[in-house]
Every structure is written in structure tokens, then in C-alpha cells.
């Protein structure tokens, strides 16, 4: 493989206005394409399997009426303390502020208030308003239409406040892509110490991310696209895009420093990082198209445009980013570096003094970092998944304040309510039944079809949405009424599909991670030629994840450093989070992984002895590694300044476990049990050794002949 990535490499340089040509094109035909052609991003969330999907289908096949695909709020109103919603001047003002809804744009019904619900206090009502359109496309002057009448509402003295999808929630980034570019040009400006070096990765990271962009949308007009994908795109995109160049551009620097000429340093820079990062990124798609097992299309979507923006940053830092190598010139090493030739000596570096530290003492250094991940993994017990709800909004926001009121007037399962569905059953028996159910506050009267084969009533818990004991009233009812004779009984609702949503997942996380890391463990057997590396490098991971879900639960459940963090409220964790943290973080531990010990297997296959090999590799990787790691932890933290927890708790779950995984896991734990493992660590059975292909990730392939079609290098040459 190195001998034909260096052949790559060598084309790109030569060929650099022709490459860069070709990324140029692509880029104006999906950036065109998707301003043409792109869809609406939609925030569905479909459970092929559950029992609270079929019943949705029932739903829109026996009641279209109600699945009209339109958004919907709802206006939460209430009166002065001391003052009731029947008082002439607050009716008024509740009629004033119907009318007002009524007339606003997009919008095709307003319900207004009645009996059911007005709170039993007559101090807090809800007015449902229905729109034409689903919310991610109403308009402004819709958006503006609906602030306008709750201000004036507020102006006659009601509290106003508003929820629902048609309520303007969309994730906001706030300046989060913004400080994580700048800390990345920071760090990689330290780095290099070149302008010229630092400014490559980013832009084509960037690059890379603006084409992936432009992909999605125009998948989006062929398929529904979650509005998370951008979101996650970027989030991987500029990560990923930056590290990969990174790695590159330091050896492409090293090359040069070691006196080879420019198309002959992007040749080996391409064939040796390159390698590493071509199985890197493998790593990474693997992981992300590996969500396609858990058989949600909301997941299966993010992985699939995920893997895809991965896969075009790979491409990019090997065709690109060497075709701009030739574009730079030697401005790429900097004035300072050029001023002062580098010497064959290597320079006792931090990483060196590091890792010699750690091999005084490796048995030390292992015991040490495993039992400080387990305690960070304690908290890790207690996960409990659910779907993020208006309860764990930001508390000056309308849609919280809305759930507070609603919480205080109806009590907490108002904002929680179940829709049973019957198909053929005596309806009022289910009804009475369901009644009877410990956690169930109320039902409503029944509602049967046009074709009066299915009914449905509401039932309103007496616990919140994600509320555990809502769970168990969930089950309650399933039990009490499966036993119905004469046909099917099903529960849905929101909250039904969220608990459906969150076992299925749950369910799903074992074998997802038997599925990657087993694929993970045959890719990295082929890369390193060995089986214990591999073992280790999984094993490593496993830490990693319990301690970033520890820490993850201690935030976000129990509550730890809320303040500090913005987290406005306690929940269970999002069902989908820990499948999807550990699909990137498993990528990215990889990339650690692959791009350390690639550099120690190149000096131990050199001839190098084995601490020997761990030192030498080690000092040479250390420091872009650990410039790679605060770059992708400094991206992911800037997305925790963002108000929405849908963006907030990955960016903290992934900065935590690339702080984890990069800093304690493979750059003390590693090279610590690579010294206690001695020779053995690159043991091979023999059996083995001859059925694994050698794929020359350490690029020793570049002292043989060039491939057919390429003139040899004057390295080559010098090498025979």
C-alpha cells in the first residue's frame, strides 16, 4: 500500500493544478447542486419494530385527519396569582390573543379554551394552534406572527408562553464552529510554527466540509435527513479534516528536514501517515456505518452522511493537501526552521522525557491509569436513556416556561400524555381497565374511526415524560391490557415512542460494540501484524467509553458542575447519545492508536529494540498527537456553549473521551503495556503471519522498485 500511496502522493504534487481543478469542480457541483435541489431537513423520530410505531401507523391509516404533517404550539396562558381566566379582563385578553393566533400566518386552527383544559385552579389554560406547514418550514412572518401575539398578550397582563415544533428551537451553534476554528489555528500555529503550515489543514478541512455539506443537502432531496446531520457534520467534518492534515503535513515537514526534495517528501509523507490515515478513517466509517444495525433510520442517516463527510476528509489529505504542498513551497517549514538546518540528533522533547517517564515504572503506569478510569466510570451504573423534551430547555425559555405552567396547573403528566389505540376490543372496557392502572391520573372519553374498527382515548400519567416511574406505567398498561381478548392494544404517544425509542437502542448497544470492535480488532490485526497490539488498543477503548459515560451521568443526570457547564436541567441521558459517542469516539481512539504505534512499529521493524522502538516512536509522534487531541477537544468543547442539549451533551461526551482516550489511554497506558509486553507485543503466529496480508503501513516498501508506471526516486535510488 505505501508504495502506491507514495505513487499517489508524487502524482498530486506533480500534478497540483490539475487536483486542485478537480476539488474546485466538485465543490461548485455540490454546493450548486444543493442550493437547487436540496430538501427540507426534517426532525422525526421513526422505531421500525415497537409497538408504539405500529401503533402511529394504525393512527394515520384509520385517523388521516390528525396526521395532517403540519406543526403545531402550544400556547400555555395564565392569570394574575389571586386572578382566574374566567375574570372579565383576563377573558378578554385570552380571546384578544386567540383572535390574534387565529389571523397569523401558516396557521389553518386554533382550539380555544374549554373545560379540559383549563386548569382545575381556572388559573392556566392551553390554547393548540395548528399550521399548514411542518416547523422547519414555517416562515418568519409565521415565526413573527406567533411572538407577536403572545407579546401582546403579555402586554394585557397574562403569562404567555409557547412549546412545540412549531416553536423556532432549532440547534443553535452560537459561535461554537467559530472558537473551535480558532483554537485549532492556535494550536496548529504553535505547532508548525508557520502560517503557511498551520493554514493548510484548515483550509482543507474546511473545504472538506463545505463539499460534505453541500452532499447532504442534496441527499436530503432524495431521502429524509435528520437537521442533526449538519449539526454532527460539522462537529466531524473540521475534526477529522484537521487531524488527518495534521499528520500529514508533520511528516511531510520531517521529510524535508531529512533533506529529500518536495515531490519526493509528499511521496513519502502520503505512503507512511497516509497510511496510517487511510486505517484511521476505515476505523472511523466502519464505526459510523456500523449504526445502520441498530435499525433506526434517524441513526442509520447520521452514520451513513457522517461516514461519507470521513471519507471525503480522507481523500482530501491525500490528493489535496499534497497538491497544496507543491503550491506552498518551502514556505510550509518556516523562516526559523529554515534559518537553522535540523541536525540527525533527536531533541529530548516533552513526549520523550514523558514516555521515559512512564517505562521507569510501566507496571505502575498501567495499574494507575486503569483504576483512575474505573472510578470515572462508577457514575456509569446509573445510565438511564430518554429523548430530550421542553423539560430540559434552557430555563428563560419560552417552551421551559411553558412546561413549568403546564406541570403546575395539570400536573407533570400533562406534558407526558399516552395514546392508546384499539383495534377490535370493547373500547370502554379498555378504557375502564387502563383506568385502574397504578400511575395513570385520568383518561378521556373514547374516539373511534370512520370506519369504526379503531378507537383511541388520551391517558395522562401522574409522573413526568422522563420520569422512570412513566416507564413502569407504560408497562403497567401494556400488561393489563394484553391480555384483552378480540384484537390489539397498543400504546404510543411521544412518551411511548421515546421509551420504545430508548430500550431499542439500549438493546442494541452490545452487539453494536461486539460489531466495531470486532471489525476494528481485523483491521488492526492487518495494520500491526499482531494480535496482543490489537487486544490492547480495544481494551483501551472500553475504558475510555465507561469513563466518558461516568462523567456524562455525573453532568447530566446527577447534576455535577451544571452551573459552570450551562446545562439548564437534569435528565436521563439521550437515547441515542451513547451508540453514537461510541461510534466516533471508537474512530477516533483509532486514529490514537494507529498513528502512535505505526511510528513504533516503523523503528522496531527497523531494527530498533523494543523499549527502544516505544521511546524513539513515541518521541517522533507525541507531539502532533497531542496537538491533534487538543484541536479535536477544543472543537467538541466549543459545541458545549451551545443552549441546545441535543448538541451540548455530545460535544462534552466526545471532548471528554478524546481527553481520556488521547492523553491517559494511549500516551501512558500504551506505551506502558507495550514494555511489559516486551518482543511479544508483535507476535504473529506463523499460521497467521502467512494469511495476513502485509499491507507496509511503515512504508519499508519505498527501498523496492517503484510500481510499474512511475520512474524511481532518487531515494530509491540511494536506497539500492
Do not use: C
Not at 378 to 407: E, H, I
Not at 416 to 430: C, F, I, K, R
Not at 460 to 465: E, K, S
Request: avoid cysteine; proline fraction near 6%.
Amino acid at each position: 500500500m505505501a508504495r502506491y500511496l507514495y505513487g499517489l502522493g508524487t502524482f498530486a504534487f506533480r500534478r497540483r493544478r490539475f487536483v486542485l481543478l478537480g476539488w474546485l469542480v466538485a465543490l461548485g457541483l455540490t454546493l450548486g447542486g444543493s442550493i437547487l435541489w436540496s430538501g427540507t431537513p426534517t426532525n422525526g423520530l421513526e422505531v421500525p419494530g415497537t409497538e408504539a410505531q405500529r401503533a402511529i401507523d394504525t393512527l394515520q391509516r384509520e385517523f388521516p385527519a390528525s396526521d395532517a404533517g403540519g406543526a403545531s404550539a402550544q400556547v400555555v396562558v395564565a392569570a394574575a396569582e389571586g386572578r382566574t381566566l374566567a375574570d372579565p379582563a383576563t377573558a378578554a385578553a385570552v380571546t384578544a390573543l386567540v383572535g390574534r393566533l387565529g389571523t397569523a400566518p401558516q396557521v389553518t386552527g386554533v382550539t380555544p379554551l374549554d373545560e379540559r383544559s383549563t386548569s382545575p385552579n381556572g388559573r392556566i389554560g392551553i390554547i393548540d394552534v395548528a399550521y399548514s406547514a411542518r416547523g422547519d418550514d414555517l416562515t418568519p412572518a409565521a415565526q413573527e406572527g406567533l411572538t407577536a401575539a403572545l407579546e401582546a398578550a403579555r402586554d394585557a397582563g397574562l403569562t404567555a408562553e409557547a412549546g412545540g415544533n412549531a416553536v423556532d428551537g432549532a440547534p443553535a451553534l452560537g459561535n461554537a464552529e467559530i472558537i473551535g476554528v480558532a483554537v485549532a489555528a492556535l494550536v496548529l500555529l504553535l505547532t508548525f510554527g508557520s502560517l503557511v503550515a498551520a493554514g493548510l489543514p484548515l483550509l482543507t478541512a474546511i473545504l472538506g466540509v463545505v463539499i460534505g455539506f453541500s452532499g447532504i443537502g442534496l441527499a436530503s432531496a432524495v431521502v429524509d435527513m435528520p437537521s442533526a446531520v449538519s449539526t454532527l457534520a460539522l462537529m466531524l467534518g473540521l475534526a477529522v479534516g484537521i487531524d488527518y492534515a495534521l499528520f500529514i503535513t508533520s511528516r511531510y515537514r520531517a521529510e524535508l528536514a531529512r533533506g529529500h526534495g518536495q515531490q519526493e517528501a509528499a511521496g513519502r509523507a502520503v505512503a507512511t501517515a497516509g497510511s496510517a490515515v487511510v486505517f484511521a478513517g476505515l476505523t472511523v466509517i466502519i464505526a459510523l456505518v456500523g449504526l445502520m444495525v441498530v435499525n433506526v433510520p434517524f441513526l442509520t442517516v447520521m452514520g451513513l452522511g457522517s461516514a461519507g463527510v470521513v471519507a471525503i476528509a480522507v481523500l482530501i489529505a491525500l490528493t489535496l493537501l499534497p497538491a497544496m504542498f507543491g503550491f506552498a513551497g518551502r514556505g510550509i517549514v518556516g523562516r526559523r526552521a529554515r534559518r537553522a538546518p535540523s541536525t540527525p540528533a533527536i531533541a529530548k522533547t516533552v513526549g520523550q522525557r514523558w514516555v521515559t517517564l512512564v517505562l521507569r515504572r510501566p507496571l505502575i503506569a498501567v495499574v494507575a491509569g486503569v483504576a483512575l478510569l474505573g472510578i470515572a466510570a462508577v457514575p456509569a451504573l446509573d445510565l438511564r436513556l430518554g429523548l430530550p423534551d421542553d423539560g430540559t430547555a434552557a430555563a428563560d425559555s419560552s417552551p421551559r416556561k411553558a412546561y413549568d405552567l403546564v406541570a403546575e396547573g395539570f400536573g407533570p403528566g400533562y406534558n407526558g400524555q399516552l395514546t392508546v389505540v384499539v383495534d377490535g376490543p370493547d373500547v370502554n372496557a379498555v378504557n375502564k381497565t387502563v383506568a385502574a392502572v397504578p400511575g395513570v391520573a385520568s383518561v378521556t372519553p373514547p374516539r373511534t374511526s370512520e370506519t369504526g374498527t379503531v378507537s383511541i382515548f388520551q391517558v395522562v400519567p401522574t409522573t413526568g415524560p422522563t420520569d422512570p416511574a412513566t416507564t413502569d406505567t407504560v408497562e403497567a398498561i401494556r400488561t393489563a391490557t394484553s391480555g384483552i381478548p378480540g384484537g390489539d392494544v397498543s400504546v404510543t404517544g411521544l412518551t411511548a415512542v421515546n421509551i420504545d425509542a430508548s430500550q431499542k437502542i439500549s438493546d442494541s448497544l452490545l452487539p453494536y460494540l461486539a460489531l466495531i470492535v470486532g471489525l476494528a480488532f481485523l483491521l488492526l490485526l492487518v495494520v500491526f501484524r499482531s494480535v496482543l497490539v490489537p487486544i490492547k488498543a480495544t481494551l483501551g477503548f472500553l475504558l475510555t467509553i465507561g469513563a466518558t459515560f461516568g462523567v456524562m451521568v455525573a453532568v447530566f443526570q446527577w447534576g455535577w458542575l451544571n452551573g459552570p457547564l450551562g446545562v439548564p436541567a437534569t435528565g436521563p441521558i439521550v437515547s441515542m447519545m451513547p451508540i453514537f459517542i461510541i461510534g466516533i469516539a471508537f474512530g477516533l481512539a483509532m486514529d490514537y492508536e494507529v498513528f502512535l504505534v505505526t511510528r513504533m512499529r516503523e523503528e522496531y521493524v527497523a531494527g530498533a529494540e523494543p523499549r527502544r522502538a516505544i521511546v524513539e516512536g513515541f518521541s517522533n509522534s507525541a507531539r502532533v498527537v497531542a496537538a491533534a487531541a487538543v484541536i479535536m477537544i477544543s472543537i467538541f468543547s466549543g459545541f458545549m456553549l451551545s443552549p441546545d442539549l441535543q448538541i451540548k451533551m455530545p460535544g462534552l461526551g466526545l471532548a471528554t473521551a478524546v481527553l481520556l482516550d488521547a492523553f491517559l489511554v494511549r500516551m501512558t497506558i500504551v506505551p506502558a503495556a507495550l514494555a511489559l509486553l516486551g518482543r511479544s507485543a508483535w507476535w504473529l503466529p506463523t499460521w497467521l503471519n502467512r494469511t495476513v496480508p502485509n499491507l507496509d503501513i511503515e512504508g519499508s516498501a519505498l527501498h523496492l522498485p517503484a510500481p510499474a508506471g512511475h520512474e524511481p526516486s532518487p531515494a530509491v535510488e540511494l536506497a539500492r
